[in-house]
T-cell receptor, first 110, second 119 residues
Framework: SQQGEEDPQALSIQEGENATMNCSYK?????LQWYRQNSGRGLVHLIL?????REKHSGRLRVTLDTSKKSSSLLITASRAADTASYFC??????????FGAGTRLFVKA | GAVVSQHPSWVICKSGTSVKIECRSL??????MFWYRQFPKQSLMLMAT?????????EQGVEKDKFLINHASLTLSTLTVTSAHPEDSSFYIC???????????????FGSGTRLTVV
């Protein structure tokens, strides 16, 4: 079952610009993760934020979590053409199940 | 870091035959593994949760007799698509939970996926 929605569904930006993707979920969570997937490939874990955290940084990535609104955002700063991929948020709750959002397809134009 | 090996990476089979996909955790013990299915340009749909030594827990709408999951050891889970039909063609991905890595802020580790085409 899908956990929630991501928006936008697709995003096209110029190299150097920032990209922001949002994710909403429906149930209580232990943590929220963001993953990247290049076309037809496996997933790469980007960052994990726990339910008691509000913001986390990793390199050019910044993730926020608002548990009261059941939402999260992923910001990629100074985007590069190599950032072109699909990005998924995923939530883990009881039973360790990880449920994925619908994903955002990011296209960064060189 | 944690590595999950999944194979085959792609397989073409005839309608009516069965296909087995393997998912191995190479450098950690995975008490829990997950199997997902992904259609083109869509998200990952959780099919089942596989716990070592016990029966898999299937998500609503997933036929357990169609998708047989075996997790006989702490490092290996298998998904067998039985009597495959063209509508079973999809991208199947496994993931494994490493509690030690999870405690220090890492997500689950995913295999590279298997693209199944049933003709």
């Amino acid at each position: 079952s899908q956990q929630g929605e991501e928006d936008p569904q697709a995003l096209s930006i110029q190299e150097g610009e920032n990209a922001t993707m949002n994710c909403s979920y429906k149930t209580s969570i232990n943590n929220l993760q963001w993953y990247r997937q290049n076309s037809g490939r496996g997933l790469v874990h980007l960052i994990l934020i726990r339910s008691n955290e509000r913001e986390k940084h990793s390199g050019r990535l910044r993730v926020t979590l608002d548990t009261s609104k059941k939402s999260s955002s992923l910001l990629i700063t100074a985007s590069r053409a190599a950032d072109t991929a699909s990005y998924f948020c995923a939530t883990t709750g009881g039973g360790f199940k990880t449920i994925f959002g619908a994903g955002t397809r990011l296209f960064v134009k060189a | 870091g944690a590595v999950v090996s999944q194979h085959p990476s792609w397989v073409i089979c005839k309608s009516g035959t069965s296909v087995k996909i393997e998912c191995r955790s190479l450098d950690f013990q995975a008490t829990t593994m997950f199997w997902y299915r992904q259609f083109p340009k869509q998200s990952l749909m959780l099919m089942a949760t596989s716990n070592e030594g016990s029966k898999a827990t299937y998500e609503q709408g997933v036929e357990k007799d169609k998708f047989l999951i075996n997790h006989a050891s702490l490092t290996l889970s298998t998904l067998t698509v039985t009597s495959a039909h063209p509508e079973d063609s999809s991208f199947y991905i496994c993931s494994a939970r490493d509690p030690d890595r999870e405690s220090i802020g890492y997500g689950y580790t995913f295999g590279s996926g298997t693209r199944l085409t049933v003709v």
